[in-house]
């Protein structure tokens, strides 16, 4: 299995995720844009996700939550600048526990002789908040869930 | 006059800038959302700006355009994340010119003592944006604008 690359200085307010996968890019922008499939590898795991808005268009918000067994929830929203496509996803986020603190992801989906190297790009408005998402568990969340994601791709399909 | 402070740090993605004002910070609100009001002061010292639209709500879209007098324009657009409101603006911002590359922008008003400490946090995708926005002069313009936004500021009177 390839592995997750990271690039997270300090005293920089980012975060790059790099993966590669044997997949072509229609099925990487897929997974990250159908919400019946996004559910099935972005959550960390043992936690359960559903989405209560996906309205992808250049303005469109979406939120999505995380569900601990016992109920607990985790919820996150945010909006799309510009219209994903399989050339680039961009849009903001943020953590409803912490209202007020946002970063912006850009996500691109980078194909060459049929693979495909998924980047999500992450800077956030402040070195502290990047710090709390990076001892948090950020890497290790990730990094587990493109696990999955690289399972989930292996199960899809063309469409035409 | 106050000055206006830049801090833009060596391969940090991340541009800050603070300047006080000798007013209240619905005042400074007010010059950043009001579109007549923020023509008079946002754009580069002679240039037109027009605004094109300005749906300042939480998912609203703004465009606004720079004119000079050959009327070659630049255009700009992005959207608000969160309810614009005098604890701060969340935007995206993108230069037409150089599409594709996007910034968030998280303008914050901090009034003590009558005073209003005005913040712009810029942070861009890549050092690269960050660094093409430098070299563009952007201290510079900014620098020129909020010198007008504080003359404007002396003009404004209170609403009800």
Redesign the interface.
């Known amino acids: 299995m390839a592995s997750t690359h990271f690039v997270a200085?300090p005293?920089?307010?980012?975060v790059v995720m790099t993966r590669e996968f044997d997949a072509p890019r229609e099925f990487v922008f897929r997974a990250h844009t159908d919400p019946d499939l996004l559910v099935q590898w972005f959550a960390p795991r043992g936690l359960i996700m559903t989405v209560d808005r996906f309205d992808l268009r250049?303005?469109g918000?979406w939120r999505y939550q995380y569900w601990e067994a016992d109920g607990t929830d985790y919820a996150f929203h945010?909006?799309f600048?510009?219209e994903p496509s399989t050339?680039?996803i961009?849009q903001?986020f943020?953590f409803e526990g912490r209202p007020?603190h946002?970063s912006?992801w850009?996500v691109t989906f980078s194909e060459q002789r049929g693979m495909t190297l998924l980047t999500h790009?992450i800077?956030?408005?402040?070195v502290e908040d990047r710090d709390l998402d990076l001892r948090s568990g950020l890497e290790e969340s990730v990094s587990d869930s493109v696990d999955r994601l690289d399972q989930l791709l292996a199960r899809l399909t063309p469409v035409s």
Chains 1, 2 share one sequence.
């Not at 800077?123 to 402040?126: G, L, N």
């Open positions: 200085e005293r920089v307010p980012q250049d303005g918000t945010g909006l600048h510009g050339n680039g961009v903001t943020e007020g946002v912006m850009t790009n800077v956030y408005q402040s």
